[in-house]
Nanobody
Framework: VQLQASGGGLVQAGGSLRLSCAASGRTFSSYHMGWFRQTPGKERELVAAISWTGGIKYYADSVKGRFTISRDNAKNTVYLQVNSLKPEDTAVYYC?????????????????WGQGTLVTVSS
């Protein structure tokens, strides 16, 4: 499956963005999906993940109550609504697809990755 992330940009603290990840190739609806982020010198960290049915969602503690992950299997797209942004949310955000097993938090469990979209939050 090929993944294309979009929606990043420069936003002031307190602002919002909607990140999108469009999938093509194999059956999108059979994959668990995750959003990760990475800053220079740090490991890629899970932001949010959603099961293939949409019934299970995980969030990093740092984004709970501010970020919302959702998916539209008819459109082969997963979304990340990011609200109340903080400067520490600045990162490259990646979407990823996990093809088997239970929904994972570990980046190593994900099989396919998009190219990343940069979110910059100014103070």
């Amino acid at each position: 499956v090929q993944l294309q992330a979009s929606g990043g940009g420069l936003v002031q603290a307190g602002g919002s963005l909607r990140l999108s990840c469009a999938a093509s190739g194999r059956t999108f609806s059979s994959y668990h999906m995750g959003w990760f982020r990475q800053t220079p010198g740090k490991e890629r960290e899970l932001v949010a993940a959603i099961s293939w049915t949409g019934g299970i969602k995980y969030y990093a503690d740092s984004v709970k109550g501010r970020f919302t992950i959702s998916r539209d299997n008819a459109k082969n797209t997963v979304y990340l609504q990011v609200n109340s942004l903080k400067p520490e949310d600045t990162a490259v955000y990646y979407c990823a697809a996990q093809g088997a097993g239970v929904l994972a938090r570990d980046a190593k469990r994900y099989d396919y990755w998009g190219q990343g979209t940069l979110v910059t939050v100014s103070s």
